[in-house]
């Protein structure tokens, strides 16, 4: 339904660097990046904003390269909703379908299907300055939904608003795409948006894609740091392979099997998530690669998980997290300074060489 082919284009001193993407038919892509990477630039330039410089854009297997925004159909939402301050809501939403000189019985029926499906009919006859974050979101969902779009491009759709709205118009966003089936491009650098969201994920960095592929095959094999950085590993540890398993500050790290590593590799480096450390193991000992002592050295408590940095005799530190409940189920409380029994389990580990 989308695909880019070596798409290259230089706006002053930043550029888009030969970006390739293949979007098929229904699916919902999530582009990941941080601030200032070039996603929102990626995104314009896919709706006909920016004349790329080199490279392609096809749009359900036509090339719309050169041609202008409104013959690509495209639906388009931005981060501050773009609606029209002068216009009743039902005005908004029937703004595209007016420029296509739709008949106005047609109009008014796309209007109230849009509307009943977002559950936003009540909202139908308000101005925007009287809707709250959440409602000026769907109302712009609205708008670009009710033109039955190729694709829906969402431009950080979900970044400027509350939490509680935030998680609302996330299962929203996904109850659209389970039932509308259209294809979805999304972009954000919020890696638990991307992963709630994602049947697709393309890592972005400088302008370039990194990788791309399921969240599941991102995340268990990140093809270099930068990517795993970007999908939060946050453990990294070198390692020298033996064909008893990886040394590294912390010991031995026993894998079954041991990976096949390029001939003359002499060292890679291990990437650890968080989720795969546990604090006074307690499963048998063939889940877990390491186990022994560290010293807690920080410790943060949020709303939902506590965060632990923890140290070892080697001077090596590791950071994970727990919920909760799981701290709240050990015998003793935990406190920095303490020393804690860890295991870390083998799935989940990968490695970058």
């Known amino acids: 339904m989308l695909r880019l082919k070596d798409v290259t284009l230089a706006l002053g001193s930043f550029k888009l660097s030969n970006i390739s ?47 202008p925004p409104e013959k690509r159909r495209l639906g388009v939402v931005y981060q501050d909703y773009a609606l029209f301050p002068h216009m009743r809501v039902h005005e908004n ?13 047609l109009i008014r029926q796309s209007i109230t299907k849009i509307a009943d499906f977002l559950e936003i009919s009540s909202l139908l ?52 795409h389970r039932e509308i089936g259209v294809t979805i491009f999304h972009i954000t650098h919020d890696l638990n948006e991307a992963f709630f969201l994602a049947d697709k994920i393309a890592v972005m960095k ?69 989720w795969s450390i546990e604090l006074l193991p307690e499963r048998q000992d063939d889940i877990y690669a390491w186990k022994g002592k560290m010293k807690v050295t920080d410790l943060n408590v949020t709303d939902e998980q506590v965060e632990m940095e923890l140290r070892h005799s080697s001077g090596q530190c590791i950071k994970t997290a727990l919920s909760r409940r799981e701290l709240a189920k ?24």
């Not at 070039?38 to 790329?52: F, Q, S």
Request: hydrophobic letters at 40%; charged letters at 25%; proline letters at 7%.
């Open 21 to 67: 993407l293949h979007v098929e038919q229904g699916t919902y892509l999530v582009l990941l990046g941080p601030t200032g990477t070039g996603k929102t630039v990626l995104l314009e330039t896919i709706a006909g904003m920016h004349r790329v410089d080199s490279g392609s854009i096809f749009i359900d297997g036509k090339e719309v390269t050169n041609l």
């Open 93 to 105: 939403i029937a703004f595209g379908l007016r420029l296509r000189k739709q008949p106005k019985d």
């Open 125 to 176: 006859d308000r101005r925007p300055q009287r809707l709250s974050g959440g409602e000026k979101q769907r109302v712009a969902l609205a708008r670009a939904l009710v033109l039955q779009p190729c694709v829906l491009l969402l431009d950080e759709p979900l970044s400027a608003l509350d939490r509680y709205s935030r998680d609302r118009l996330r299962r929203e966003l996904k109850r659209i």
């Open 206 to 274: 400088n302008g370039r894609i990194l990788q791309q592929g399921n969240p599941v095959q991102v995340l268990d094999r990140p093809h270099n740091r930068a990517v795993a950085e970007l999908i939060g590993i946050k453990n990294f540890l070198e390692a020298a392979p033996r064909s008893s398993g990886l040394h590294t500050k912390l010991g031995r790290f026993e894998l079954s099997p041991l990976p096949s590593f390029p001939e003359g590799t002499s060292k890679v480096v291990l990437t650890i998530p968080v």
């Open 330 to 353: 050990m015998p003793n409380p935990v406190a920095i300074g303490d020393a804690v029994q860890i295991g870390i389990w083998k799935h989940g580990l990968s490695y970058i060489i």
